[in-house]
């Protein structure tokens, strides 16, 4: 497992291997149909650990605004970076039940970006109502559990949407098809990470590690 620090130490280098990394087999697969494209030599042995990450495809419009096209990842440090990128981007693409498979006309316009997590942490607290002083909005993504239904946050979405801690909490009950206020059931379980991104600025464009503050 990749420990925190190490994590975070990710340079632009490994960032930019990722992401083209994830086009890459995407538009492999695309024109080939076929997902075994060709991997070059990671950059560092770090790329090599296991390592929770998501894949997330964003479509540019004329104005510059985005539209969310797939996003799947592994929360779970399961499988070694390098190969949770490739599965993640392939499902991303093609196996996110919220939209059609991408096409390959639609590569030129759709942006890549990519979350490496943290190990999920459980979020210990006696009343539930102290959740929102507990997570941290810009910095920490979700994970909430309640029996069967799980969902997740990227630390950046409620950036993306401006929304308060509570807010979070309860659109992350929602993703989990739970009621907004499950977060104050007793058996609810939640987990807080972080996430070091990178994404292109453009379709295939520059890669740049985007700055989200509260």
């Known amino acids: 497992m990749i420990a925190v620090n190490s994590l975070f130490e990710l340079s632009d280098t490994e960032g930019e291997f990722l992401i083209n990394l994830a086009r890459n087999t995407v ?27 998501f894949v997330t495809l964003s479509t540019i419009k004329p104005n510059g605004t985005k539209t969310l ?4 990842g592994y929360p ?14 392939l499902n991303a693409a093609t ?15 759709i942006i890549f970006e990519l979350s490496i997590l943290t190990p999920p942490e459980l979020i210990q607290t006696n009343n539930p109502k102290d959740y929102p002083n507990q997570i941290k909005i810009g910095q920490d993504g979700l994970i909430i559990e309640h029996n069967w239904h799980k969902g ?45 991104i990178f994404e292109e600025e453009t379709p295939n464009g520059t890669i740049k590690r985007p700055t989200h503050s509260n």
């Open 27 to 53: 538009k492999h697969y695309l024109e080939n149909n076929n997902q075994q494209s060709p991997q070059p030599n990671p950059p560092s042995p770090k790329l090599l650990e296991k390592c929770g990450v």
């Open 69 to 72: 096209r797939g996003c799947i």
């Open 76 to 89: 779970y440090p399961t499988n070694p970076l390098i190969e949770a990128v490739i599965d993640s981007a």
């Open 95 to 109: 196996q996110d039940p919220r939209f059609n498979p991408i096409t390959k006309n639609e590569l030129n316009h």
């Open 152 to 196: 997740l946050l990227l630390p950046q979405v409620p950036i993306e949407w401006g929304w308060n801690e509570e807010e979070f909490l309860c659109q992350c009950c929602i993703k989990a098809n739970l009621p907004p206020d499950s977060w104050l059931t007793k058996d609810t379980k939640l987990y807080k990470f972080q996430a070091l």
